[in-house]
């Protein structure tokens, strides 16, 4: 038995308290990870983990070695990173993950750029709306959007995401173009469920006053591509990230209202499991990102 591959399989089955989960993280059958940490025991003369139909903990002894056990796991995937870090191109399989609209207008296409300038790099792009563990899920790094909670997780930051309040020519046609936020109640709000207060809109204005504006209408989704084909339809009035609307508002489909309002901007990080020894495919890759978010970055997307 490889001792290195076991320690690592010791330490995903206390990670995911699952020997599937483990063994299918690092692609062993079953039987062959129950098989492997038994040897342990009986090598180490200590039972390491408590079995049961609800899945696998450490037991007291387990628990120190598996911190033994972390730690010396760490120090290998850093030396295997300080090494892929001295090669002139990146290596090995990277996992990301980020929600689905940012993924698909935004991330895709930058990952594919960053894969054709490193093309032994292989990728598992991951694309959900909701919060995903970066250890459970496996996820080298994902980008979020909004401001982090605090956690012992390592983050960049990158930029922001600007929002945008817009409607397309047919609706402001039948209901007339609101100049102020406060007429955005008298309006059909296309809401999303996600952000942005959810059904109170909050506005700063150009000599820094605030506006929070409770809004109301048919539509609430927590998909913007929804609320963006709804507002190309003449449904109502949305707001969005100017990623999301901003080919639209270039073809005219839709056109941008308030415009000397200003939403909250959503941040956006790079986040990791851990701000210490963190490999190396890891920090070329966010190094690469941090120059893609400047002034306007948005309208420079393909």
Known sequence: MDRLQALRLFVRVVDLGSFSKAAADL???QPSATKQVAQMERQLGARLLHRSTHGVTPTEVGALYYEKCK??????????????????????????????????????PLVMRFMEANPKLQVELTVEDRYVNLVEQGIDVAIRMGRLADSTLGARFLGTSPWVVVASPQYLQRHGTPTEPDELAAHEALVYTTVQGDARWQFAGPQGEDALVPVRGCLRSNNLSTLL???????????????VANKSLQAGAVVP??????LPAQEIHAVYPSPQLVPAKVTRFVAWLEGRFGPAWWADME
């Open 27 to 29: 692609g062993i059958g």
């Open 71 to 108: 730690l010396i796991v760490h120090h290998v995937d850093e030396a295997d990173s300080v090494a892929t870090l001295l090669q002139q191109q990146v290596q090995g399989s990277l996992r990301i993950s980020t929600s689905v609209a940012f993924g698909r207008r935004v991330l895709a």
């Open 229 to 243: 084909a709804a507002a190309r339809k003449g449904m109502g009035v949305a707001i969005l990230p100017r990623y």
């Open 257 to 262: 209202l308030l415009e000397g309002w200003t």
